[in-house]
Antibody
Framework: EVQLVESGGGLVQPGGSLRLSCAAS????????MHWVRQGPGKGLVWVSR????????TYADSVKGRFTISRDNAKNTLFLQMNSLRAEDTAVYYC???????????WGQGTLVTVSS | DVVMTQSPLSLPVTLGQPASISCRSS???????????LNWFQQRPGQSPRRLIY???NRDSGVPDRFSGSGSGTDFTLKISRVEAEDVGVYYC?????????FGGGTKVEIK
């Protein structure tokens, strides 16, 4: 059974940092592009970042560029999102997703809530 | 960024009746590799998104055949042939051709 399990969310003050993790199982993690997508309270879905299968290529939405860093550990089947200089507008549920364009993919985690507030 | 425009915003449907959701992109979604990366997602209340359709018209494993996708270029449609109670939720189109990938604003399907 395919599983993506996010962790690391929580309450953080503006300007603070968090590191999200996404543990993958049930599929060949190292073969898939991985993504982070977020959903603000009562809002729609917004792409945050993506990383290719071997970690050599990363791209970011303009809103997080320079503040967030995506990475992966294929030996541990884990995806990360390091979030620095957090702002109130970063408050959202953060989902990891695998193979969004891939016929054998389309997997999503259950999400982890990040709240940025003083 | 590519803007994805969905309509309608809200779609009240009678059980057993068909439903149709439109999605239009601000530019062509045909990738240089020849594929069109237009996907449809369902998000049931309190759940994470679930992909239903990839590359315009391909159903994911386990997705009932009452769901179908069609379209080309900039104009796409998701159809539900006979709405069931479990179909209640928000439906999003998403383009994976251009970066950043972008979603439509969502269509809320509810039972009349």
């Amino acid at each position: 059974e395919v599983q993506l399990v996010e962790s690391g969310g929580g309450l953080v003050q503006p300007g603070g940092s968090l590191r999200l993790s996404c543990a993958a199982s049930g599929f060949t993690f190292r073969s898939y592009w991985m993504h982070w997508v977020r959903q603000g309270p009562g809002k729609g879905l917004v792409w945050v970042s993506r990383i290719n299968s071997d970690g050599s290529l990363t791209t970011y939405a303009d809103s997080v560029k320079g503040r967030f860093t995506i990475s992966r550990d294929n030996a541990k089947n884990t995806l990360f999102l390091q979030m620095n200089s957090l702002r109130a507008e970063d408050t959202a549920v953060y989902y990891c997703a695998a193979g969004v364009n891939t016929p054998s993919g389309g997997y999503w985690g259950q999400g982890t809530l990040v709240t940025v507030s003083s | 960024d590519v803007v994805m425009t969905q309509s309608p915003l809200s779609l009240p449907v009678t059980l057993g009746q068909p439903a149709s959701i439109s999605c239009r992109s601000s530019q062509s979604l045909v990738h240089s590799d020849g594929n069109t990366y237009l996907n449809w997602f369902q998000q049931r209340p309190g759940q994470s998104p679930r992909r239903l359709i990839y590359k315009v018209s391909n159903r994911d494993s386990g997705v009932p055949d009452r769901f179908s996708g069609s379209g080309s270029g900039t104009d796409f449609t998701l159809k539900i042939s006979r709405v069931e109670a479990e179909d209640v939720g928000v439906y999003y189109c998403m383009q994976g051709t251009h970066w950043p990938h972008t979603f439509g604003g969502g269509t809320k399907v509810e039972i009349k």
